[in-house]
């Protein structure tokens, strides 16, 4: 997963309907273009399904010299049944789709650690602004007897 990929906009929906069509689909290996048309829809935040793919491999197996070389890792790992691997079951695929939200969550919310330092910094600055004036006050007129 590359650092900060679920931050992107339109990242966490996009990852999401990726996971569901690879999971519950006949198809275990998907192409480009099969996404595409599956979802009627390129990602909003990457420049193919690939690519996005490309940047959560906690999710995805890619083999770039295969025409459908897209698939789940969870479903790929499955053992096979009359030569195919099965859809996930909705519960499983539910799983995925939960880890997928708390990972989004997870970023998030270390982007903004930033954000909580903002009471602090106004704090300390409005501290300084009165600590500074009272410094000027007693200079131009004394200290009070």
């Given at each position: 997963m590359s650092k900060?990929?679920?931050?992107?906009?339109?990242?966490?929906?996009?990852?999401?309907?990726?996971?569901?069509?690879?999971?519950?689909?006949?198809?275990t290996h998907r192409s480009q273009a099969g996404i595409t048309m599956e979802l009627q829809e390129v990602p909003e935040s990457a420049d193919s399904w690939m690519a996005l793919a490309q940047e959560h491999r906690e999710f995805f197996r890619i083999d770039t010299e295969a025409e459908h070389g897209l698939s789940l890792v969870a479903r790929h790992v499955l053992p096979r049944e009359q030569g195919r691997?099965?859809?996930?079951?909705?519960?499983?695929?539910?799983?995925?789709?939960?880890?997928?939200?708390?990972?989004h969550d997870r970023q998030v919310n270390a982007a903004d650690w930033w954000k909580s330092l903002v009471p602090l910094w106004a704090a300390l600055i409005g501290g300084v602004f009165g600590t500074a004036s009272t410094l000027i006050t007693i200079w131009f007129k004394g200290c009070p007897k």
């Open positions: 900060g990929a679920y931050t992107k906009a339109g990242r966490l929906s996009d990852v999401i309907a990726l996971i569901q069509v690879l999971a519950l689909d006949q198809a691997r099965p859809p996930l079951s909705p519960d499983f695929t539910g799983t995925l789709v939960q880890t997928a939200i708390t990972l």
